[in-house]
């Protein structure tokens, strides 16, 4: 289980990222760049850091194009102290009706970054991933979900077995997309404590954790397609969980 971020800051960009991080977590910002075009829209930003002495920069295009690699940056980037992330003990004992994502080998922090958007927006408990590198917390994922990295803790690991004993001791059941078998999303009726396992783009969810799986769900469709998206997935089947609970 990886705990232990070694790295304790990070860039965000993005208009959106940018304004919900300082909205919830104000006191984590280190510094600011901003371009000439952004400084009224993120006024607010820019007088914490005078009141704050906390250093901010006013920069060119090419320059905060430089600092954050990217394009997409709407004239911010904060750099700011690493966001703290839950144990997987704590997140999965949380009282009251929960769908926590599981995603096995989902790489891309764009996905990451949609899934955790999506997640937000559906009021998800959490998102558990096994990845190489902790790309939840990369500037490319935090700048996709638009905000919703704020609102949906995602642990990184490199083991399941913990996933599993916690899920059985707290009353989860597992469930799992599949394109070619399992109960279809209309008919299957989620429970109190539910984790939804999602695999990577190519291959799906490996044959090792679909034993694992106490039910699987289809998605319908025309069938013109193999399968969706893995982002589109798990808006799809989060659509029918947030309905069956409202």
């Given at each position: ?8 800051e990070?860039?965000?960009y ?11 977590r104000?006191?984590d ?17 820019i ?8 250093a901010?920069?006013v ?6 194009d430089?600092?954050?690699r990217?394009?997409?940056h709407?004239d911010?980037c ?8 839950p ?5 999965l ?15 891309n922090?764009?996905n990451?970054g ?5 997640a937000a ?5 959490g998102i558990?991933?096994e990845a190489?590198v902790?790309v939840a ?5 935090f700048?996709t979900?638009?905000?919703g990295?704020?609102?949906?803790p995602a642990i ?5 077995s913990e996933?599993?004993?916690f899920a059985?001791?707290n009353?989860?059941k597992?469930?799992?997309?599949s394109?070619?078998?399992g109960?279809?999303?209309f ?5 109190e ?7 990577a783009?190519?291959?799906g969810?490996?044959?090792?954790m679909?034993?694992k799986?106490?039910g ?7 069938g013109n397609v193999e399968?969706?998206?893995?982002s589109n ?10 309905r069956?609970?409202?």
């Amino acid at each position: 289980m990886k705990h232990l971020i070694k790295n304790q800051e990070m860039k965000v960009y993005g208009r959106h990222a940018a304004e919900t991080l300082f909205k919830v977590r104000p006191h984590d910002v280190i510094r600011a760049y901003v371009t000439q075009d952004g400084l009224f829209t993120f006024k607010d930003i820019i007088r914490h850091c005078v009141d704050n002495k906390l250093a901010y920069h006013v920069v060119d295009k090419e320059e905060i194009d430089s600092i954050t690699r990217a394009t997409h940056h709407e004239d911010i980037c904060l750099v700011v102290k690493t966001k703290k992330i839950p144990s997987v003990k704590d997140l999965l004992s949380q009282p009251g009706r929960q769908l926590v994502i599981a995603l096995e080998e989902v790489e891309n922090p764009h996905n990451l970054g949609a899934i955790m958007r999506t997640a937000a927006h559906y009021g998800v408990t959490g998102i558990l991933y096994e990845a190489k590198v902790p790309v939840a917390l990369t500037a490319s994922a935090f700048r996709t979900s638009e905000g919703g990295a704020e609102s949906v803790p995602a642990i990184h690991l490199d083991t399941w077995s913990e996933v599993f004993d916690f899920a059985l001791r707290n009353g989860f059941k597992t469930f799992a997309t599949s394109s070619h078998e399992g109960e279809s999303l209309f008919k299957t009726t989620f429970p109190e404590k539910t984790i939804l396992f999602l695999g990577a783009e190519a291959e799906g969810l490996s044959d090792r954790m679909l034993k694992k799986m106490q039910g699987l769900i289809s998605i319908p469709g025309t069938g013109n397609v193999e399968s969706l998206n893995v982002s589109n997935a798990t808006a799809a089947v989060l659509t029918e969980w947030y309905r069956q609970g409202v």
